[in-house]
């Protein structure tokens, strides 16, 4: 059973349309959740904890309704929404010591050692601390009520390069009983290439792809060549950019035999998402 | 419920909460209307609502394991605490200022149990208006707050000016003479004591009711709002 499964979610702005998002995740396992600035990642994750007011759709976790069973639900989430930016005036002890009152499974043992790991003092100020430190601070809450489901809204932007690969490595930690799992947006690809299983990417307020890492890169090909063989395969370009010896671009693997006089590659997450935003109308970008 | 209740005493309660009880020192000002204490209770309510907007309390407390409603729910649970500690400390007040002006309040409603049921109706407009409209855009809140001024000091130039009215044109107009002995003044007699009562008794029912459409209207427009 599917600790995550998320079912046409809905939301309609004048100006934007989180259109019938569908994905879902089992127990054990880090789905990277990516797509451009404004693409729906937020209002998605918003909109899955009831954060929003949905248009439509269903979320359940762990076979429940999210929406039917909102306090159970959000027991076993953890969620963090970027830095921890309330309280500014408070304590980090003064706000656990409320935030711990309202999960029966709060680890009291876990959270020292988070605080400990992430160089927390619990005496300090929220306006006190770095905007990487309030990451750390909302990762260390999230992580010590023994969370079936992490839903993490770009957790490693703002960390160091350190942070960043001791958080992952806490990421795969809390994943490796295999009861748990983590849902994560980041603009920061090189992340998820090092502990995502799956990818779900979203594009103008529509997935279109959710599937493990290996089938979402092994469905691409980046190609390069000469300007001579641009113009002719330029259709089955997904997007690309040209510079003075020719061009580079993304491919659908199974367009691979079009490009055989070209010099093909693996493609990886980034060179994805940098072309598939290209693709309406086969924009280019020269050099 | 008693954990929301809870991070509204330790991460919400503002200074200005305590501090604003000291405005029921007000009922021993010789002449003089009385339910404005009562309104600087709301006036720290105001206080309190607009640090839990700058502090994003909202979006981290519906981020907690409680619904939506039930945020909404605690919070109007615990302004009710806070207006209900005013009111209990204005009853020793009332003793105080019947001891001191024995001959009653020419500005208003005397110190007596019918200015409880009044305070009970400024508490009810107050929230009324604020309370729904906050949870509809926080952001707005002191606009909400300007809109509570007019509605409660409406209420109490109303109220108060009825009393002054009913004192002075007493000899003319016999129901003004039946308020003015029955509820404008120190209960004395058992037929006092049962209008004032009554009195009492209606101002709590209006509160009551007001509370729960109160909380209704504010649950309803806290579950449209996006966070």
């Given amino acids: 059973m599917a ?10 702005y004048p100006t934007f349309t989180l259109d019938k998002v569908s994905f879902s995740l089992e127990p054990g396992y880090i789905m990277g959740f990516i797509g451009r600035n404004g693409a729906g990642k937020t209002t998605t994750m918003k909109a899955m904890l009831n954060l929003i007011h949905r248009d439509g759709g269903q979320v359940y976790i762990n076979g429940r309704s999210f929406f039917e069973n909102e306090r159970a639900c959000k027991e076993e989430i953890g969620f963090v929404m970027g830095e921890f930016d309330c309280y500014k005036n408070a304590t980090l002890q003064k706000i656990t010591d409320v935030t711990r009152r309202f999960y029966p499974d709060w680890d009291e043992q876990a959270y020292e050692s988070y605080l400990s790991r992430f160089a927390l003092e619990e005496g300090k100020k929220i306006k006190e601390l770095s905007a990487g430190m309030r990451v750390k601070y909302a990762l260390a809450l999230a992580l010590s009520h023994n969370a079936k489901l992490l839903i993490l809204d770009e957790p490693t932007s703002g960390l160091d390069p350190v942070s960043r690969d001791d958080l992952l490595d806490v990421f795969r930690s809390v994943i490796e009983d295999g009861s748990r799992s983590i849902l994560f947006s980041t603009h920061i690809i090189s992340d998820l290439e090092k ?12 997935v279109l792809s959710s599937t493990d890492v290996i089938s979402f890169r092994e469905g691409y090909r980046l190609v390069s060549g000469d300007r001579e063989h641009l113009e002719v395969r330029r259709p089955k370009l997904i997007g690309c950019k040209e510079h003075a010896f020719g061009f580079t671009g993304l491919i659908r693997a199974q367009d691979a035999g079009a490009f055989a006089a070209c010099k093909i590659a693996p493609a990886d997450l980034e060179s994805i998402m940098i072309y598939t935003e290209q693709e309406d109308g086969h924009e280019t970008a020269s050099l | 419920m008693k954990q929301l209740l809870y991070k509204e005493y330790k991460l919400c309660l503002v200074p200005m909460v ?20 009562a309104f600087f209770t709301c006036n720290s309510i105001f206080y309190l609502l607009k640090q839990a907007s700058l502090n994003g309390d909202t979006l981290y407390s519906a981020m907690l394991p409680v ?3 039930e945020v909404v729910k605690a919070r109007v649970r615990f302004v009710v605490i806070v207006q209900m500690i005013m009111f ?16 009653g309040n020419p500005a208003g409603v005397d110190g007596c149990v019918t200015l409880l049921a009044f305070v009970l109706m400024v508490f009810t407009v107050f929230n009324a208006i604020c309370l729904p409209g906050f949870y509809r855009e926080e952001s707005k809140i002191d606009k909400l707050f300007l809109f509570s001024v ?13 009393m002054i009215a009913a004192g002075a044109a007493r000899q003319a107009v016999p129901l003004f003479a039946w308020v003015e002995s029955h509820l404008d003044c120190y209960p004395a007699t058992d037929g006092v004591w049962i209008a004032q009562l009554i009195a009492l008794a209606i101002g709590a029912l209006i509160y009551g009711v007001g509370t729960v459409l109160t909380v209704r209207r504010a649950v309803r427009n806290f579950e449209q709002v996006d966070l």
Wanted: glycine share 6%.
């Fill in chain 1, 3 to 12: 600790l995550l499964d998320v079912r046409e979610l809905e939301k309609r």
């Fill in chain 1, 195 to 206: 502990c995502a299983d799956y990818i779900t990417y979203i594009k103008g307020g529509k």
């Fill in chain 2, 18 to 37: 305590p501090l604003f009880y000291l405005f029921a020192l007000m009922l021993l000002i010789p002449s003089y209307p009385y339910q404005v204490a």
């Fill in chain 2, 67 to 69: 619904s939506k409603a």
């Fill in chain 2, 88 to 103: 209990l400390l204005m009853i020793p007040m009332i003793l105080l200022n019947h001891k001191l002006y024995p001959g």
């Fill in chain 2, 150 to 162: 007019i509605g409660v000091f409406g209420w109490i130039i109303l109220s108060e000016s009825f």
